[in-house]
């Protein structure tokens, strides 16, 4: 079972449809001083927010949350313990060696962060020194989201080591828009269902079971020192135990672009943008999916948590009703007969929160030139098997489905398009056989990654022994109990004393290169054949 009393709130709380918090605030820190940074975490570890208390009253005083780049565990004499304590683990050792290199190390390799989203080109904060810790806060309203802050500010402002290097600020919007991000489509769904997270679950959360019905994800996917969908307890360090791995990336969305480019298809192709901008995502606006909805929007059926994501790709083998290059199909493609099956995908889900920041740009207006975009964070527990690979495998190479597709295609919505004759497309099949089907080409990049970070969220026994310097017995995986010997009479009793410290130096990550070969372009030749038959028409 899963001790909620030691897993911090962002873990598993507040980020299905329709519960996160309307106003969310980052505040990024680097450390200076070990002594200071130890005192800023025991000043604050009293306010951060575990499932249990976001419990008791749904997060409505606030939360805040910390959670800890590599360089600062370093820093605190930990850096030994961030590895898999069995060298033969390579899943576990992966997950960490991305955790300790970063995002900026990795982001071309893995995540296709080049051209206009290459990290040389990332706002400075992200780009030009490792970032130590971050606070993560969030609230229902403008005041209590002003308490929680007003207390890190103060905190930060006793400390003059501690260096406050950037803060990040979003809120979801009102009205129509409500549950929306920038490009209009209700955001949030199709989230896993975690086992043993004490929270109700929908139909479609989890995984499809053989015939009918949905199973829950084990925990130990996004919980560290649990049971994951493999049947392996990947971290059994008391140092990770009940803490789990946060990717924070800003992306900015080009919303006049993409409100120009699915225009210009719908006028060539005589349907409607709406039509266009669902076929790109595989919801319509409302969240009403494909599957259910395929020829117009039902926004009842978007309004229903018990139907809004009950469906499956199985007799839709060609993408008849959800295209299968759509961006929901390719990151979580369920059964998908044409691509990945149910055991492969439930070892790449992520747990996924995205706030707007920036104003909305209102239907039919023109683009402003106002930044605007999207406050993106994932949990997971496992960075390289989950999010790394969804990026580079599912996101940004060819398609999961194998029909219908050629390698240049990427994700149509969040995807690092190329430009000139690696351009991607993409296709929605016409189920009329009279009828050429629909061909966007010459995608645009609609996204452009201006940031990011790995950072591990620990479990507040592991952040009272970061603050207290807790001093362990050697290389301990069992925790003993209070009434063993090892149990220090001094130590909080509630809190677990066997996290182990480093005796040695830390070893090194062995980062990846910042490059990513280019792949050649298969399929031109057929490309040009089928642009010169469709385009157009």
Known sequence: M????????????????????????????????????????????????SCEAYDRDGGAQGVLNI?????????????????????????ATAAVEAFKCGMRARAKAYLGDDGSSAPDRWEAPYRDERLHAV?????????????????????????????????????????????????GFADGIAQPSVLDAGDEAYPGDGTP???????????GEFVLGQPDELGQVQFRSAFFKNGSFMVFRKLQQHVGLYRDYVRSVAERNDVTPEFVGAKMVGRWQSGAPLMRAPDEDDPELARDPHKANDFRYCDDEF????????????????????????????????????????PQLEPGADDDG???????????????????FVQRNWVNSVLSSTHLTFPNDRDPLIGAQHSGPRAGKYLVPNTSRNRAPL???????????????????????????????????????DCPTLDSPDARPDARPDVDQSVPRRTSPAPQPACVPDTKP?????????????????DDE
């Open 439 to 477: 061909i966007a080409w010459d995608l645009p990049r609609f996204v452009t990654t201006r940031g990011g970070e790995y950072f591990l969220l620990p479990s507040l026994d592991t952040l009272y022994n970061l603050a207290h310097d807790v001093p362990p017995p050697p290389e301990q995986v």
């Open 319 to 358: 993408g008849d009703r959800c295209p299968l290059g759509a961006h929901i199909r390719r990151n979580n493609p369920r059964e998908d007969p044409s691509g990945p099956g149910v055991v492969q995908t439930k070892l790449h889900r992520i747990i996924r929160r995205a706030t707007p920041y920036g």
């Open 370 to 388: 106002t930044e605007r975009g999207t406050l993106f964070v994932v949990i997971n527990a496992n960075i390289a098997r989950q999010f790394e």
């Open 2 to 49: 899963l001790d909620l009393r030691q897993i911090q709130s962002n873990v598993l709380r507040g980020y299905r449809y329709g519960t996160a918090a309307k106003f969310v605030h980052y505040t990024f820190v680097r450390f200076t001083d070990e002594a200071d940074a130890r005192a800023l975490l025991e000043r604050l570890l009293p306010q951060v927010t």
């Open 135 to 183: 606070f993560a806060m969030n609230a229902p309203t403008s005041d209590a989201l002003q308490r929680v802050r007003g207390s890190v500010d103060d905190a930060l402002a006793a400390y003059a080591s501690v260096v406050r290097v950037h803060d990040e600020a979003g809120a979801h919007f009102d009205g129509e828009w409500a549950g929306k991000e920038h490009f």
């Open 518 to 534: 280019d792949q050649p372009s298969v399929g031109t030749k057929l490309r040009a054949a089928l642009k010169n038959a469709f």
């Open 67 to 91: 959670a800890l780049a590599y360089p600062a565990i370093d820093m605190f004499g930990y850096g030994g313990q961030a590895r898999a304590l069995d060298a033969t683990d390579d899943e």
């Open 209 to 219: 079971k053989k015939r009918r019905g949905w199973s829950r994800l084990r925990s």
